[in-house]
């Protein structure tokens, strides 16, 4: 069981917003910044958002990152059909003294 | 640009040891490796990823997951510009692709290698 919580699995079509979840506690996302990985089967993950909403130049700007309280959200919009790709949250947890990550969420272009 | 590349994976009994490396180039005069803070991250079959642990510029302490924590320790060598792994007393639970990570201010992995793998079996 992870420290911070996503849903298994996300969908949309082509060209549609897509929001994926991440939930956690005081110790973790409510007091330390969210960060967000692309994982593709086979590769390296890819750094996608730090610092809660902040992307690295190479990222397109059709990805976004928030936070408020002890939950944080990716957000696609434009869906394209090479996103389909696990997505990871994480951050530092006080309580720990480590990095927690969430389980990931698959996500599917139909 | 940052390129991590690990090495020294295999097959291992349960209760043998490992030692995987990790070569980082691309590093610069203004951000040298020797100031970088290091982690290991792996990602066992069929599961989500999973920090090990991370080392900090020398002199500092490093930090260890709970389930490695006393079986694993990372050291770096910035003469060769290095982090390594040492996996003693390996469990059949720790088969996984390690992957080396570069971290970033407020612990963001910003750079990843391409992965070892290690898988323990009798």
């Known amino acids: 069981q992870s420290v911070l919580t996503q849903p298994p699995s996300a969908s949309g079509t082509p060209g549609q917003r897509v929001i994926i979840s991440c939930s956690g506690s005081?110790?973790?996302?409510?007091?330390?910044?969210v960060h967000w990985y692309q994982h593709l089967p086979g590769t390296a993950p890819k750094l996608l958002i730090y610092s809660n909403n902040r992307r690295p130049s190479r990222v397109p700007d059709r990805f976004s990152g928030s936070k408020s309280g002890t939950s944080a959200s990716l957000a696609i919009s434009g869906l394209q059909s090479e996103d389909e790709a696990d997505y990871y949250c994480s951050t530092w947890d006080d309580s720990l003294n480590g990095v927690v990550f969430g389980g990931g969420t698959k996500l599917t272009a139909l | 640009e940052v390129q991590l590349v690990e090495s020294g994976g295999g097959l291992v009994k349960p209760g043998g040891s490992l030692r995987l490396s990790c070569a980082a180039s691309g590093f610069t005069f203004n951000s040298p490796f020797s100031d970088a803070w290091m982690s290991w991250v792996r990602q066992a079959p069929g599961r989500g990823l999973e920090w090990v642990g991370r080392?900090?510029?020398?002199?500092?302490?490093?930090h260890y997951a709970a389930p490695v924590q006393g079986r694993f320790s990372i050291s770096r060598d910035d003469s060769k510009n290095t982090v390594s792994l040492q996996m003693d007393s390996l469990k059949v639970d720790d088969t996984a692709v390690y992957y080396c990570?570069?971290?970033?201010?407020?612990?963001?992995?910003?750079?990843w290698g391409q992965g070892a793998l290690v898988s323990v079996s009798s």
């Open positions: 990570t570069w971290v970033g201010v407020e612990n963001w992995f910003a750079s």
């Open positions: 005081s110790s973790n996302i409510g007091s330390n910044s």
């Open positions: 080392i900090r510029p020398i002199g500092g302490p490093t």
